[in-house]
């Protein structure tokens, strides 16, 4: 137990105290900061933008002018606001030179773009808008224009405009979720933004113990503790201590992460723009088991393929369907978000392989029941005690194996050795 101890002891400080284990736990932070407040800031220093338009008005209906004006008024402070330069086509002067003058002051930057209402306007399927920049809130003006279009057409055909208007009025929808909270996403960015989290730890640390596996054999170091400790001790060692890297740098950007929502918190920052959400007590639980149950059941493997390979080049081709294993629930992650407690979600993330990203992801969603929870974890642990079942036969012969990969009924005879 001692030479166990020591050996997570080595594997865990060698990497803690490394300069990629510090840049990448401070860094990552820092990207959570910039995103949560950048965009916050970016808004506020640069306000509601301010659109110029000409309006060539060959239509000379005033009653969609005055409502056009009204529909692309700022509805909030912080909305662009729309500057119309109504303009029309004098006498003896076509309409294709009116515009190439229009088309230079876009050129200019005298306008951002011009709007060509024709004369028949309320039987026309199409309006022309030219612009400077296509992004530039085109969406805002084809609706001002639609719904100013369809008033007019009310009001030539004798009815009551306002009350069209008022019995056609949208009723915007509430997205309430199970914690009685107002839904605007956040509850999905959350929890697949945790999946990705473990998706890339768990890929990161598990070809981490590959590539250390894969370093001793090629110095030979991997001979002389071989002469002091049994290969599944030092395997097990390599395996718990990278993961308590692992659990490290959670609990440091768990810290951090308290830390913003804190300082997110204080009157000067609360506003309706910035709004953390917050991470449930489950959702951190499950988290860290769901990362250690994924972190052994892998790392097992990526031990496994460093034992049997003699190179790092070899290394890259054999840990390939053990990678693919992390990808395929991630990818299939969306059939999940459709339809958490569907048959195909439930059964999916039974199954070991894709527990640690699907179950975590149904629990961010919509809190399966407890016994599947359950199910799951007992599950894992048995494919897990497995795996290291397996993984220690290979890696036994395999680490003081060189040369050529072996083929897979020499690795048959490794697995019958005693």
Same mark, same amino acid.
């Given at each position: ?34 995103? =949560? ?6 808004? /506020? &220093? %640069? ?8 309006? +060539? ?34 006498? %003896? ?6 515009? =190439? ?9 005298? +306008? ?44 030539? @055909?004798?009815?009551?405009?306002? /009350? ?28 697949? %933004?945790?999946?990705? !989290?473990?998706? !890339?730890?768990? +890929? ?36 718990? %201590?990278?993961? @308590? ?13 308290? &830390? ?8 000067? +920052? ?67 978000? /459709?339809?958490?407690?569907?048959? @195909? ?50 890696? /036994? ?22």
């Amino acid at each position: 137990m001692s030479k166990l101890f020591s050996i997570i002891k080595r594997e865990y400080w060698t990497r803690v105290r490394g300069k990629g284990f510090i840049i990448g736990t401070i860094i990552s932070p820092l990207l959570m900061m910039s995103f =949560a407040f950048v965009p916050f800031l970016i808004g /506020r &220093a %640069g306000g509601p933008g301010k659109i110029s338009i000409a309006v +060539l008005d060959q239509n000379g209906d005033p009653g969609l002018r005055g409502r056009l004006e009204k529909l692309l008024e700022p509805a909030g402070p912080r909305d662009d606001r729309y500057e119309l330069q109504w303009e029309t086509i004098a006498p %003896g002067e076509s309409a294709e030179t009116r515009q =190439a003058e229009l088309n230079q002051r876009i050129s200019s930057g005298k +306008l951002d773009g011009y709007l060509v209402l024709p004369p028949d306007l309320i039987n026309q399927e199409q309006v022309r808008y030219h612009v400077k920049n296509v992004g530039g809130g085109s969406g805002q003006v084809r609706d001002a224009i639609n719904k100013a279009i369809f008033e007019s057409r009310v009001k030539q @055909a004798g009815l009551d405009a306002e /009350r069209i208007r008022e019995l056609n009025k949208t009723v915007r929808l509430e997205v309430v979720n199970a914690k009685g909270e107002r839904e605007r996403g956040q509850t999905f960015i959350l929890s697949f %933004g945790l999946l990705m !989290i473990i998706y !890339i730890t768990i +890929l990161v640390y598990g070809v981490m113990v590959m590539r250390g596996v894969i370093e001793e054999k090629q110095s030979r170091i991997i001979e002389v503790l071989l002469s002091s400790v049994r290969p599944f001790d030092l395997m097990l060692g390599k395996i718990i %201590g990278i993961g @308590a890297v692992g659990l490290t740098q959670y609990l440091i950007w768990a810290i951090c992460g308290a &830390a913003i929502s804190l300082v997110a918190a204080l009157p000067a +920052l609360a506003t309706g723009a910035v709004k953390i959400p917050q991470v449930s007590t489950a959702q951190i639980v499950f988290f860290v088991v769901y990362f250690v149950l994924g972190y052994f059941l892998y790392a097992t493997f990526y031990a496994m393929v460093g034992a049997i390979v003699s190179s790092e080049e070899d290394g890259q081709q054999m840990q390939m369907p053990v990678t693919m294993t992390i990808i395929v629930p991630v990818m299939i992650s969306t059939l999940v978000m /459709r339809n958490p407690d569907g048959m @195909a979600s439930t059964i999916l993330s039974l199954v070991p392989f894709f527990t640690p990203v699907l179950m975590f992801l149904r629990i961010g969603l919509q809190m399966p029941p407890w016994w599947q929870i359950a199910l799951s974890i007992v599950l894992m642990v048995g494919t897990i005690l497995g795996s290291v079942w397996l993984a220690a036969k290979i890696y /036994r012969v395999g680490v003081l194996m060189y040369g050529k990969r072996p083929t897979i009924p020499e690795l048959i005879k490794w697995l019958r050795y005693t």
